[in-house]
């Protein structure tokens, strides 16, 4: 089982629809959490980071942790095309805290 | 723009060679971490440096080796290229080792032909 899983995608969404990005990790001693966005061609910029269960709200996005279920997910509200990109999940564990772990990533397109 | 520098940009090497890629710190970050991300997958954690000193590295053969200066910048070298190590090079820097936010450079895009 991977460290980190995110659903597979591609993921299509009309402008204005909320996208709902999923993300499920296997070690229960993880801490904090973590979405990147990156473009195509370039890094990964840092958008949410949550460290306890429930919502965080950032604009139009917002993570929900639920450490029971080992799930972490990102909505974004009023979908613009300039959120198009991948997605990136990423945990940090406790035993080896200064190490991110990522999933493969999923793609999102908004499409006008 | 997170204040995270690295050089070059890209890089064409061939197999057996050696490479050196550099990256600069945000300010006030003590903590560099550097990850190597292949096409369509997500970043795989190298190893970090931290003080000087490397804190924690990943499933990397020892061709892969790092430093730290001083002024908290870092330096990632990679010995003996092979053809798999042609990847995109991420520096995050960090203000400690305690798992909180990490901060990406612009990358170095590595071919080894």
């Known amino acids: 089982q991977k460290e980190v899983e995110q659903n597979s995608g591609p993921l299509s969404v009309p402008e204005g629809a909320i996208a709902s990005l999923n993300c499920t990790y296997s070690d229960r001693g993880s801490q904090s959490f973590f979405w990147y966005r990156q473009y195509s061609g370039k890094s990964p910029e840092l958008i949410m980071s949550i460290y306890s269960n429930g919502d965080k709200e950032d604009g139009r996005f917002t993570a929900q942790l639920n450490k029971a279920s080992q799930y972490v997910s990102l909505l974004i509200r009023d979908s613009q095309p300039s959120d198009s990109a991948t997605y990136l999940c990423?945990?940090?564990?406790?035993?080896?805290?200064?190490?991110?772990?990522f999933g493969r990533g999923t793609q999102l397109t908004v499409w006008p | 723009e997170t204040g995270v520098t690295q050089s070059p940009t890209h890089l064409i090497k061939t197999r057996g060679q050696q490479v050196t890629l550099r990256c600069s710190s945000q300010s006030g970050h003590n903590t560099v971490s550097w990850y190597q991300q292949a096409l369509g997958q997500g970043p795989q954690f190298i190893f970090q440096?931290?003080?000087?000193?490397?804190?924690g590295r990943g499933n990397f053969p020892p061709r892969f080796s790092g430093l730290q200066f001083p002024n908290y910048s870092s330096e990632l070298n990679v010995n003996a290229l092979e053809l798999d190590d042609s990847a995109l090079y991420l520096c995050?820097?960090?203000?400690?080792?305690?798992?909180?936010?990490?901060?990406f450079g612009p990358g170095t895009r590595l071919t080894v032909l």
């Open positions: 990423a945990v940090s564990r406790g035993s080896t805290l200064g190490r991110l772990y």
């Open positions: 995050a820097s960090s203000p400690g080792t305690s798992g909180g936010e990490q901060f």
């Open positions: 440096y931290y003080r000087e000193e490397e804190n």
